[in-house]
C-alpha cells in the first residue's frame, strides 16, 4: 500500500494531537480532583451531579435557617430567663412588704427598688438580638414595642404576628414570642375570678384564702359583700349579684335577715368562698369580679403605688394587704406565664436540634453520592497518565523517524 507524504503528515500530526487532548483532560483532572469536567465527559453523570448540587445547596441553606432560628430562640431564652429572676426578686421584695412589723418607711425603700426593677422590666421587654431587631415586637422589629405613656402605664405598639423559619425539608418553627403575649396577657389572679376590698373602706377587713369551692365554676357575674348593721347593733353582710340582692335570700331583703359577720368565718355564695378577717365596718365592700388580663407592668405599677401610700391607717394597712395578696397572685400567675413560654422555646430548640441532625446526616449521605460521580480516582488517573504520557512520547517519536526518511539518503 503506498502511502503519500501529505497523507503521512495529516495522519501522524492527528495522532500526536490527540494524544496531547487526552494528556491534557488527564491533567485538568488531576489538578481539580474531578472526573466530570463537562457534561460531555459523562452526560447522565452530570444531570444527576446537578440535581444532587442542588439538593445539597437547598439543604446548605436550611441548616443556615436552623442556625439563625437556634439563635433567635437562644437571645429569647436569655431574656426570658432574667424576666423569671426579675418576677422572683419582686414577689421577695411583696412578702417583705407584707410583713407587719415594716413601717411606712421600710416600705417606701422597697418601693425605690421595685421602680428600678420596673425601669429593668421595661429595657428586658425592649431587648435586642445581634442584628438590632427587638425580640418581642412582632414582625414589627425594627421599632421598640414598649412606650411609657404616661407615669407608670406601658403600652405596646408591636404587633402579634409570629414569624416561621423553614429548618427541615418539610418543617416550619415559629422562632419568636411577641411581647403582648409575653407581658400583656397574664391572667389575674386565680384565672376564675378576683375579690378585691375597696380604696374608700374605712375598716381593716382583711381578704383571704378566696377561691372556688370543690366543683363549682365561676359564674361570671360580678358580686359585691356589702356591711351593715340590724337593729340589734350587729355586723352584717349582704351580697348582690350584678346588682340583685342575693344574701339573704329574696324577696327578704332587711339587714336582720341577713347572717351575722364573723370575723374568719367562711363566706360562701354562687360557689366563691373567702375569709374575712380583721375589723370591717358599716359602708365597707368587698368586690368580686371575673378574672381578667393584667400586664406585669400594671402588677408592678399597682404595687409600687400601694406601698407609697401617704397615710399610715389601719384601714391603708389592710387595703394595701388585700392588694399585696392580689399582686402575689398575680406575680404568680406572671411567673407561670413566663414557665410556659419559656416551655416553648426549649421545645422548639430541640426540634432544631432533631432537623439539624436530620439535615447533617442527609447532607453526608448527598455530599458522598455526589463525590462518587464526580471525583476523580487518583490512582487510576495517574496510572493512565503515564500511559498516555508513553503513548505520546513513543507517537512523536515515530513521526519524528519516519520524517526524516528519503531516498535521497540511498544516493
Do not use: C, W
Not at 480532583?33 to 445539597?56: E, K, M, N, V
Not at 419582686?90 to 413601717?103: E, F, G, P, Q, W
Not at 374608700?200 to 365554676?217: C, P
Request: hydrophobic content about 40%.
Amino acid at each position: 500500500m503506498r502511502i503519500s507524504t501529505a497523507r503521512f503528515q495529516t495522519v501522524s500530526i492527528s495522532n500526536v494531537l490527540e494524544q496531547q487532548a487526552k494528556l491534557t483532560k488527564l491533567q485538568q483532572q488531576l489538578s481539580t480532583g474531578r472526573r466530570i469536567l463537562t457534561p460531555a465527559d459523562d452526560p447522565a453523570g452530570a444531570a444527576q451531579a446537578l440535581q444532587l448540587a442542588a439538593r445539597i445547596g437547598n439543604l446548605e441553606r436550611l441548616q443556615q435557617n436552623a442556625t439563625l432560628a437556634g439563635n433567635q430562640l437562644g437571645q429569647e431564652e436569655v431574656a426570658l430567663e432574667q424576666v423569671s429572676n426579675l418576677i422572683q426578686r419582686v414577689r421577695d421584695l411583696t412578702l417583705d412588704a407584707k410583713n407587719d412589723s415594716k413601717a411606712a418607711a421600710d416600705r417606701n425603700l422597697i418601693a425605690a427598688e421595685l421602680r428600678e426593677r420596673f425601669n429593668e422590666l421595661l429595657q428586658i421587654a425592649n431587648a435586642q438580638d445581634g442584628n438590632g431587631e427587638y425580640l418581642f415586637a412582632g414582625a414589627a422589629s425594627r421599632e421598640a414595642p414598649f412606650h411609657v405613656v404616661t407615669g407608670r402605664e406601658v403600652a405596646y405598639t408591636g404587633d402579634q404576628t409570629i414569624r416561621y423559619v423553614q429548618v427541615g425539608p418539610t418543617r416550619q418553627l415559629p422562632v419568636n414570642h411577641t411581647g403582648f403575649d409575653v407581658f400583656m396577657r397574664i391572667p389575674e389572679g386565680s384565672g376564675s375570678f378576683v375579690a378585691r376590698s375597696t380604696a374608700k373602706n374605712q375598716g381593716s377587713a382583711l381578704i383571704e384564702n378566696a377561691h372556688l369551692v370543690a366543683g363549682a365554676t365561676y359564674s361570671g357575674s360580678e358580686y359585691r359583700l356589702r356591711f351593715e348593721e340590724n337593729t340589734a347593733g350587729e355586723l352584717v353582710y349582704l351580697v348582690e349579684r350584678d346588682g340583685e340582692l342575693i344574701v339573704p335570700a329574696p324577696p327578704a331583703t332587711d339587714p336582720d335577715a341577713a347572717p351575722v359577720f364573723v370575723a374568719g368565718e367562711r363566706i360562701e355564695f354562687d360557689g366563691v368562698s373567702l375569709i374575712i378577717r380583721g375589723e370591717p365596718v358599716v359602708g365597707d365592700s368587698i368586690e368580686v369580679a371575673p378574672a381578667g388580663h393584667q400586664s406585669l407592668f400594671q402588677t408592678l405599677d399597682e404595687l409600687i403605688t400601694v406601698l407609697e401610700q401617704a397615710e399610715d391607717t389601719a384601714s391603708n394597712r389592710a387595703h394595701m394587704h388585700n392588694v399585696l395578696s392580689n399582686v402575689l397572685d398575680n406575680l404568680d400567675s406572671a411567673r407561670e406565664n413566663i414557665l410556659r413560654v419559656r416551655a416553648e422555646v426549649g421545645s422548639r430548640l430541640h426540634a432544631i436540634d432533631a432537623e439539624t441532625e436530620g439535615n447533617a446526616d442527609t447532607l453526608l449521605a448527598l455530599q458522598t453520592t455526589r463525590s462518587k460521580l464526580e471525583d476523580l480516582d487518583y490512582a487510576s488517573a495517574i496510572s493512565d497518565f503515564s500511559l498516555q504520557l508513553v503513548g505520546l512520547q513513543a507517537a512523536q517519536k515515530t513521526y519524528l523517524q519516519v520524517q526524516g526518511l528519503s531516498l535521497f539518503n540511498l544516493l
